[in-house]
């Protein structure tokens, strides 16, 4: 049975596509050939064929099309003239480009936030996030990171008042390294996580939109790296098998 996708990825839903329908069939496809790419069933650079998708999964062609087209939309996978669907390949140079473009939509999350700290019920909801994060420390327990990560961004964005942040936070991402990183999540980038989240967070709650901006970009610069070493895995792997 395939995972909730919300469970694994955040999926990216354009403003000029129509929603899809909760629990349709390209929902289904959508999410177990993301669970097959994550898990690394499919290879990077490998083609998907339409047609084996759709007797594999007994699904319509149509939803399977449906599918690849979002997945595009998520990088999961491209789309080529004459090939059909491959799976994505980010290569440095493509990490780099989007991991700035995330760290200057981070920062200006961040600096909003901190510029709204004084309205009613923010610094509640920033003295919660503290508390939440000492409680995650004191627990020494990764494993539940990647939720916690998500509700501590989402509130920073939610503060900010701008509501196109968390998309193009999104938008702007490779869900297969991102997914790939909190599944192998080392205690040593958990902890830095958190003191980065620390960092982010007093920021705000003191109304500090310069410190907010800096700790969230820098927060946003560490995952470089990271990222390029998923990647380049990723095709080390797909090259011995």
């Known amino acids: 049975m395939a995972k909730d996708p919300s469970s694994f990825v955040p999926f990216y839903q354009p403003p000029q596509a129509e929603p899809a329908r ?7 496809v959508l999410a177990e050939i993301a669970r097959r790419i994550v898990d690394g069933v499919y290879k990077p650079g490998q083609r998907i064929v339409e047609t084996d998708v759709t007797r594999d999964l007994g699904v319509s062609r ?53 510029e709204h700290a004084a309205e009613p019920g923010n610094r509640e909801i920033v003295l919660a996030l503290l508390d939440d994060i000492e ?24 503060m900010s008042g701008i509501p196109d942040v968390g998309e193009l936070l999104d938008q702007y991402n490779y869900p297969i390294l991102h997914t790939i990183y909190f599944r192998d999540l080392s205690r040593e980038n958990w902890l830095l996580n958190l003191s980065d989240h620390v960092d982010i967070a ?10 907010a ?19 380049e895995r990723l095709l080390e792997e797909a090259r011995q098998r």
């Open 22 to 28: 909760s629990g349709s069939v390209s929902d289904f």
């Open 213 to 231: 901006e800096h700790f969230a970009r820098q927060h946003m610069r560490r995952m470089v790296d990271i990222a390029i070493e998923i990647a």
């Open 135 to 158: 409680t995650q420390r004191r627990a020494d327990d990764p494993r539940n990171h990647r939720a916690e990560n998500g509700r501590f961004h989402r509130a920073i964005n939610n």
């Open 62 to 114: 149509s939803s399977v099309r449906e599918a690849f087209r979002r997945l595009e939309t998520n990088r999961f996978v491209r789309i080529e003239p004459n090939r059909g669907a491959t799976v994505a390949t980010p290569g440095r140079e493509d990490i780099v480009a989007q991991f700035r473009i995330r760290e200057v939509i981070s920062g200006l999350g961040a600096r909003a936030a901190a």
């Open 202 to 211: 007093r920021a705000v709650l003191h109304g500090d939109p310069v410190a």
